[in-house]
């Protein structure tokens, strides 16, 4: 399988609760931020993006909230099924930084059925 | 629309020899970006080129390099391999770098 991390946060819900997942990012000049999904033996699948002009951004069952005060990112799955089992990650780009994505540890999620 | 093709999907080698990992962007995409993926420094960048330049470098020796072809195809080159180069290396392309940028499936280089 992957290997993401041996000492990951892990996150374990049950199906169709609801699932908050936090990141703290490092820059204040960053301006840019990915959600990425990876799950075992696979590279990061996109989820949602947001610049930092806006505070909340909506997608399907998902929903990206910033707070910048704080440097905070959230990631909110509605309604978690078992195919959301996969290991978070967040991403930050720089204003200026063509490319450079500065990823966070990662999250793991386990969903129970 | 194909994804982001990389191959080989795994590669063994020994300490000392030299490798070329290959990424084929998603048609339109101008910009490759080269990740490293280990347990314990997680996701590292490597290099960004659009279109042929290299716009920006990482924290890594210059054992590590890469070059982008006319058709956005890139390839990254590891010489004097060592056993910490042992990883999982991912590619990702987008228009302009690095608003929605996707991932390939990586390569999984083993250095024995």
């Known amino acids: 399988g992957e290997s993401v991390g041996l000492h990951l946060p892990t996150l374990s819900v049950q199906e169709g609760d609801n699932s908050i997942i936090n990141c703290a990012y490092s820059n204040s000049a960053s301006d840019y931020f990915i959600w990425y999904k990876q799950e075992s033996g696979k590279g990061p699948q996109f989820i949602i993006d947001i610049r930092s002009n806006m505070d909340k951004r909506q997608g399907q069952r998902v929903t990206v909230l910033l707070n910048k005060t704080v440097k905070h990112l959230s990631l909110q799955i509605a309604a978690t099924q078992p195919g959301d089992s996969a290991v978070y990650f967040c991403a930050e780009n720089m204003r200026g930084s063509q490319g450079n994505l500065i990823f966070g540890k990662g999250t793991k999620l386990s969903v129970k059925p | 629309k194909a994804g982001v093709t990389q191959t080989p999907r795994y590669l063994i080698k020994t300490r000392g020899q030299q490798v070329t990992l290959s990424c084929s962007p998603i048609?339109?995409?101008?910009?490759v970006s080269w990740y490293q993926q280990t347990p314990g420094q997680g996701l590292q960048f490597l290099f960004e080129y659009f279109s042929e330049t290299q716009r920006n470098k990482g924290n890594f020796p210059g054992r590590f390099s890469g070059r982008q072809f006319s058709n956005s195809r890139s390839e990254m080159n590891v010489s004097t391999l060592e056993l910490g180069d042992s990883a999982l290396y991912l590619c990702a392309s987008s228009f302009a770098g690095p608003t929605e940028a996707f991932f390939g499936q990586g390569t999984r280089l083993t250095v024995v």
């Open positions: 048609s339109g995409h101008r910009s």
